[in-house]
C-alpha cells in the first residue's frame, strides 16, 4: 500500500467512501502489490467465457470431463457471490445448468451460451457503476466497494484497457491533478473509461537491422522516419538505431498501443529470424504515442514492468547477502540440488524474456522440474499435492506482514507508539496480529484506527483481519477457502499452458497468470531453501513437501480439535498458522 498525498483533497467523513475507493483502486492497480491484493483473474463474465472454452475444449477431446467439472464449480462459486451478474440474468442461472455428461455436452455448451447473452460487458459495467456509486456515497459498505472496485478494474480490463493506463489515471485523478471535494467526483472519473477507440500513431527505436525490411514491413504500416525533436527524446544512437513510426493503431490507450507494437515487432523478429540466424532486431522498450485526433504533443511511455518483474524485489546489496548465505548454507542433495538449480534456470530464462505467453511455459517447466519426480499420479496431481501446501504454509502470516509493512510505510511516529502498547510479541509484526485479534487488545486498536482517519483502507484492513480471523472456526474457513482458489488457480495455468502448448490460442489474462505462476515457483523455491539453509530440515525435495504437508495438517488438526476457540494471548500463534 502506497502512502498517498491528499494535499488536493478538502478531506470531510462524507468523503471516507470515495477515498477509500482510490486507496483501493490504487492498490490493486501498483505493479508491486502483494498478489492477494489485486483484482482476481477473472469475474463473472471472463469466468463464464472459459467455461464455455473449457466445455468445447472437452467436446472436441482436448480436455477430460473432469475438467470441466472443476471449472464449472468455479464459476458457480464466482456468479453466486455477483449480484450485478445476477440481476442482469434476472432468473435462477440454474435453468441454463445441465448435468455434465458426455451425452448432453452440446445442450451444456448452449445454455452457457445463453447464459452469456445475458450479460452484455458494457451493461453490467453501467450497473457496476451504478452500484459502486451508492455503496461509495454511503461510506460505510467497505466490503461492497472493495468488491465493486476489483470487478471495475476486471470489466475494464476485459473490455480492452491496460492495467498501466488505470493505474496513471488513478493516480492522475485522485493524489495529482483534481481537487477532490465532493462525493460526485466519481462520476468525472468515470468518464475517464469512455469505451471511445482512440488511434494511435506511435514512435520508437530499432536497430539498423531493420532497415532491409522495410518495404516488407509497410503491411503492417511500419515506416522508417526522420525526426530530430523524437530522436532526442528517445536518446537514439544514429551509428546504431533508426526510428520508426507505426501507424493508425486503433485501441482504447496508449499503453495498449504499445502492448500491441511490441507484439508486433516480437513476431516480425522471429520471422526474420527464420531466415537469418546471427542477429535479432532490438527495440527499444521505450515509446512516444500520439493520438492521431488530438493537438497533444504525445505521451512519452517508458519501459513498461513486465509480467515476471511484478512482486516482491531486494535492493541489490541485500540480494548479494541472500544469494550468498543460500549459496554457504543449502545442504541439500545432489538431485535435488540440480533440481533447484534448473527450476532457477528456467526462472532466470522467463525473466529475460518479453512475450508472456513464453514466460508462463517456462515458469510451468520450472514447477514441473521442482516438483515432478515420479510417475504415481497425473502431472497435474502432483503439481497440486506439492504446491497447494506450500502455497497454503504461512499464508495467514504473510497477510499479518503485508499489514505490519503498510503499517510502517506511514512513517508515523504516533501510530508506532500505540502499536508498542501492545504487549504481546517482541517484534513489530507479532504485536500488529496480536492487536487485530486479541480482545484484550480492543481499546488499543480503537485508538490506532482513530488515528488512521485518514487511510480508510488500512482501517478497514484490521477490521476485515480481526472479522475473519479471531476465531479457530473462522480460520479454518479462511485457508479452505484460500485453498480452493489456489487449486482452481493452478489448474487455469495448467489448461493455458497446454492451450498456448497445442493451439498457440492466448488468454486475455495471460500477464495475470505469469504473474501468479511466477509468485508460486519463487515462494516454492524460496520455502525449499529455508528449509534446507536455515532450519537444517531437510535434505531432499521430498522431503521438504512432506515436511509442509506435516506441518499443514498439524495446523489443520489443531483448529478442528479446538472448534470455536478465539484467539488470547496463549493461543494466537498457534491458531493462526500451528505455531511454526
Partial sequence: MIKHDLKNWIYTNDLEGLLFFAQRLNEALFDFSPDRYKAPTLFTISSCLELLRTASSVKNGVFPLKTLETVFEEFKSIYNKDIIAQELVGVDAKNYFLEITESNLEKFITGIELLIMKMPPREYLNLLKEKLKEAIVSCKRKREIEDYSLKYISILTHLGYTQDFLYRKTCDFFFKKNMINNVNNIDEFYSLFDLKVKRYNIYL??????????????????????????????????????????????????????????????????????????????????????????????????????????????????????????????????????????????????????????????????????????????????????????LNYLYIKQLFSNLSSDIQRLRDAKVDEIVNKVPEGESYIDKVVALCVLKSNLSIAQELLKVLSASPLLRYRIYDLNLSLSNSDCIYKYLKEHEKRVEWHIRRIYRTRNLITHSGKVPKFIESLVESSHSYLDKFINIMITLSAEEKQIYTIQQGIQEIQIRNRIHTNYLKNNPNTECDSSNFKLLLWGGF
Fill in 205 to 390: 527505436k530499432i536497430s539498423r537491422l531493420f532497415r532491409p525490411l522495410e518495404e516488407m514491413c509497410k503491411g503492417f504500416k511500419i515506416s522508417i522516419v526522420e525526426d530530430e525533436e523524437l530522436s532526442s527524446k528517445l536518446k537514439l544512437t544514429p551509428q546504431d538505431e533508426i526510428l520508426i513510426k507505426v501507424e493508425q493503431i486503433e485501441l482504447y490507450d496508449p499503453y495498449g498501443a504499445q502492448i500491441y507494437v511490441d507484439r508486433l515487432l516480437n513476431k516480425i523478429n522471429n520471422l526474420f529470424t527464420f531466415y537469418y540466424h546471427k542477429q535479432r532486431l532490438s527495440w527499444s522498450a521505450e515509446a512516444v504515442v500520439k493520438e492521431m485526433d488530438s493537438k497533444d504533443e504525445g505521451f512519452h511511455i517508458k519501459k513498461r514492468v513486465t509480467s515476471m518483474q511484478k512482486g516482491i524485489d531486494y535492493y541489490p546489496q541485500a540480494a548479494a547477502k541472500l544469494l550468498g548465505k543460500m549459496l554457504m548454507e543449502i545442504n541439500l542433495k545432489k538431485d535435488s540440488f540440480f533440481r533447484i538449480n534448473r527450476g532457477i534456470d528456467f526462472h532466470g530464462t522467463s525473466i529475460e524474456n518479453n512475450i508472456p505467453e513464453n514466460q508462463l511455459i517456462q515458469n510451468w517447466i520450472a514447477l514441473e522440474t521442482l516438483i515432478i519426480n515420479n510417475n504415481e499420479d497425473s502431472k497435474i496431481n502432483l503439481i497440486l499435492k506439492g504446491l497447494i501446501p506450500v
